[in-house]
């Protein structure tokens, strides 16, 4: 349940980082604080980090802030520079990466808070394994969540 009756001021660089792995997420608000998770991340150029998924449940949106993101919506492809927003909603295929070759940085809201889990979950499993996860591992992951990888 969410605790909405108490405001969240946050500065910049506050909140709760996941410094460990790829990409830096610093999260400003989760299922703990709003209905809605809203967090800073700063994927690094060349890496795949949200492959094609579907989430069933949840919406995402996701709001460049520096550098230039490539996002997957549906069967198209679009970059983004700083400014540009994508909105998701469930049972849309997306994913994205930061085709480099500078830094990016995007702030991601999902909705409701607890998708947040699925987050939080993969950088676990990302700091734990050291290099790539094995990805049935990354697919339970995501089914605990009503989510799933889709083959591109």
Do not use: C, W
Not at 58 to 77: C, D, H, N, P, Q
Not at 95 to 123: M, R, S, W
């Amino acid at each position: 349940m969410s605790n909405t009756s108490e405001p969240v001021v946050l500065g910049p660089g506050e909140g709760r980082r996941f410094p460990i792995g790829q990409p830096t997420i610093t999260v400003k608000t989760d299922a703990d604080t709003a209905p809605v998770a809203l967090f800073e991340s700063e994927p690094p150029p060349g890496v795949l980090v949200a492959p094609p998924h579907v989430h069933h449940d949840y919406t995402e949106a996701f709001y460049v802030l520096a550098g230039e993101i490539e996002f997957r919506v549906g069967e198209r492809t679009v970059r983004g520079a700083a400014g540009a927003f994508v909105h998701v909603p469930p049972r849309v295929v997306h994913g994205f990466h930061n085709p480099g070759p500078g830094q990016a940085k995007l702030l991601i809201l999902v909705y409701p808070a607890t998708g947040l889990g699925i987050v939080e979950d993969l950088l676990a499993l990302t700091s734990a394994a050291g290099d790539a996860p094995d990805p049935a591992e990354v697919r339970a992951i995501l089914g605990k969540y009503n989510s799933e990888l889709i083959q591109s």
